[in-house]
């Protein structure tokens, strides 16, 4: 079958991730993109695997290999297919990471993990890895279109990806190199952000014997935690520093060191403390990423399941919006509800305690419903005093008539 045509990618330099299109630059580890060939010639599109599969096109592509749609023709369906690009096959160390990846990944049974179908190795010496097909966005892709998240949103995000590390570390496996992109949010019900755990080529077994040499460091720099850095052995808590990376990521819409150089942003995983959250996230939320980030292993959560117990006390959060309104007024039929500012207060700085975010005034004949302050510049609330004192003053004239 003749190859097909594919259309042109942008590639990251650095870890070898391609895009369709869009951004100018890799959201893993901040590498300037390099676009790749207007058209590339794939021969692997229309290739029949061993009479089981048949390649349909190419979703992406890494440093170990590529990622085509395909048929599987025993049941009919649409699968994933993960193969090592043609002449890797021979590489020794990438064909035992790629077995490794197909044994550790067939081990972890759990509806927050990619399952694994099939395995097969090609007559030319070519290895393949059949998926599930997944159907939705990358989560970084989800926060660059979305903005960052709510706490609710965090909380839910953040309890699947608990569960998903249990299950692989129950196993005895440490993934390595968890981070938005190797995490994909399912096409579904608005709200519910189902997600797969994808692509454990990088995970390992403990107790295994190493592949790489000793020292090396594996995993994308932007989520790599301080030991890693260092280039010692990476165990379960390395894991849940990474995701306090992405929950930091999704909270504040920024990942907590990032930018400059490779060797920069392990310094700073090593020796530097996240910048401050912003200030309308909340404490509680704050305390619980600020340990995930702990850079001594000791100090942070000591298992996932201790993590999402965390994680679930933050829903009764107050203040869980990330982008509180100005004013929330509630009224009943036949009230009116106001709200006073003090503009010629010298002191503009509220006093501490309950008075600083509620301030309540009473308009003569006319009942109260709360209101509340947040914050608003003195230009808002100056206009929402004026809205206020006319609704009063109509009121007023409707009660005189």
Known sequence: ????????????????????????????????????ASLVTDPMIGRNLEGRFTIQDRLGFGGMGAVYRAWQHSVER????????????RDGAAAKRFLREVKL???????????????????????YLAMELLEGRTLDRVLAAEGRFSVDRLVRVGVQ????????????????????????????????????????????????????RAGTVIGTPIYLSPEVALGREADARSDLYSLGVILYQLVSGRPPF?????????????IAQPAPLPREVPKAV??????????????????????????????????????????????????????AYRSTD??????????????????????????????????????IAAGAFALALLAWLLLRG
Do not use: W
Request: proline fraction near 8%; charge should be neutral; aromatic fraction near 2%.
């Open 78 to 89: 649409q699968v994933a297919v993960k193969v090592i690009h043609v002449g890797r096959g």
């Open 1 to 36: 079958m003749e190859a097909l045509a594919q259309p042109a990618e942008l590639s990251c330099p650095r870890c070898s991730r391609t895009f369709a299109a869009g951004p100018s630059r890799c959201p893993d580890d901040g590498a300037s993109l390099v676009r790749v």
């Open 105 to 127: 990944t067939s081990r972890i049974s759990h509806p927050n993990t990619v399952t694994v179908l099939d395995f097969g190795q090609c007559a030319d010496g070519m290895l």
């Open 161 to 212: 990806l608990c569960e998903a590390l249990e299950a692989a570390h129950a196993a005895s496996i440490i993934h390595r190199d968890l981070k938005p992109s190797n995490i994909m949010v399912l096409d579904g019900p608005p709200g519910r952000d189902a997600l797969k755990v994808l692509d454990f080529g990088l995970a390992k077994s403990l107790g295994e014997e190493a592949i790489t």
């Open 286 to 339: 704050s305390d619980v990423l600020m340990r995930l980030l702990a850079k001594k292993p000791a100090a942070r959560y000591g298992s996932a399941p201790e993590l999402r117990e965390a994680l679930l006390a933050l829903s009764a959060t107050e203040g869980r919006s990330l982008t509180p309104p100005v004013v929330r007024a509630v009224a009943t039929a036949g009230e009116v509800a106001a709200l």
């Open 258 to 270: 990032d930018g400059g150089k490779v060797r920069d942003v392990m310094l700073h995983h090593i």
């Open 346 to 383: 010298p002191d503009p700085t509220p006093a501490p305690g309950p008075a600083a975010s509620q301030m309540v005034t009473t308009v003569t004949g006319v009942d109260l419903i709360v209101a509340r302050f947040t914050r608003a510049p003195r230009q808002m609330a100056a206009l």
